[in-house]
């Protein structure tokens, strides 16, 4: 076992990590965080996306001890209920949602690319949300609300 | 050089099991003294909505609104079998299940209402905005809440069970008669590519697709499933090749058998046509399946018309569109 410490949604954490751990393994086995979807598991469908240290990864390509010192954002870090991110408010309003289950990796992906560019192209949204399947949507909806999240960010 | 060609595709498709097996769809149904209602059906909502639609079905019913109404699903403890979520058959099947148990609970309320009244028949009692009242005489009415509250006391509840059968007949495989499904669904899509005739390479610039949905219960989940559908078709005309070998999935990974990203969709318009269909609940029918399949022909066309090769064998890549050319190329020659 290896002990690394670790900040996610805020929260510092040391945490007892098998060598072999995956970072999405860490988040919701032991810290109970079940936003994060495994998908494919092989980095390809981006259901597993959380925010390390301001990039976007596929936690399920990241071990656990990789995590070592860093800062995470996951799903549950970005809004609920009663004060959704504007991102998850967007994604509400124009309906980017069906089976729901790429829709945290999306959230995240959206999130830190407003986080870092306050004014993205469609073209750049497209770039941005292209490492996130989606099976059900069609993406047009989805861009559509990462479009409207980025306009409400600007007034 | 890059060619661009526009093609159409239109479907039909019967939605249901069809072919004489029974397509039975259940539910129960409560009305509650708190003015509001609980459905519970073993349909299962994987994402494309049964569930706001179902609420949406007894809301209308109810006179309420579709948050007052709890839907249950897809639970084999508690709730009654609907069969599976294929076949484009939910909203549909276990609509028109749901619709009948809904009306059945409303009609012992009705009657108890009439009588509460001295309405002579439950024909003059109406639900409506969460009240339920004589028609036409708007100082004789009170909230449902109240009505369902004080019917409790005296014993009463609203409560029912139904299930609704679509039948088919299988086809008679001498006469080709029969009535194999019910109802069909259409669908009509234009696609308009862009063809690199250097590298095969097909990027799909727009689709517009127009869909009978009968009656759109709810029109976001219907461009929803409309967009998905497009996306899926897409993939199925150019990317998604399942490779089979000696019976084993050569390729069951999404890194090697890839289906469309947000960079490989189009602008999508997704448009509906409602056209009721008189069996289905509120004259909705189906429309999940039949959204993805003009698209396939429509990209296929559009392809045609961009550099006249005719592709006849799914998914179009760029290496059957660059030997569709070079055989093109070898006719001229002769
Ligand atoms: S589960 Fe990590 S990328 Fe698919
Ligand atoms: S909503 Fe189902 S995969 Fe995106």
Redesign the pocket.
Known sequence: MIEIKLVVNDKPYTLEVEPSERLIDALRNRLGLLGTKE?CGEGECG?CTVIMDGKTVNSCLVLAAQANGSVITSIEGVGNRRSPHRVQKAFVEVG????????PG?VLSAKNLLDKNSKPSNEEIGIAMSG??????GYDK?LRAVKIAAEEGKE | MKKRGIGLGCSWYGTGYGNGFPDVSSAFVEIHDDGSATVLTGAVDV?QGSNSIFAQIAAEELGLESQDICVYSGDTDATPDSGTTAATRQTYNTGNAVLKAVRQAKSSLLDYAAHEFSCPTSEGIELKEGFIGVKGDPSRRMPLADMVFQARLKGERFISAESSTARSTPVDPETGQGAPYWPYAFGCQMAEVEVNTETGMVRVLKVVAVHDVGKALNPTQVEGQIA?GVTQGIGFALLEELELKEGKINNPALSSYLIPTALDVPSIEALFVEDAECTGPFGAKGLGEPAMLPTVAAIINAIDDAVGVRITSLPATPEKILQGLAEKREGLEK
Do not use: P
């Not at chain 1, 980017?96 to 829709?103: E, H, L, N, R, Y």
């Not at chain 1, 996130?132 to 949507?137: F, G």
């Open positions: 998908g259901a980017a949602v069906q089976c729901g289950f790429c829709t999306m996130n399947l989606c099976r059900c949507t989805i | 994402g998905g």
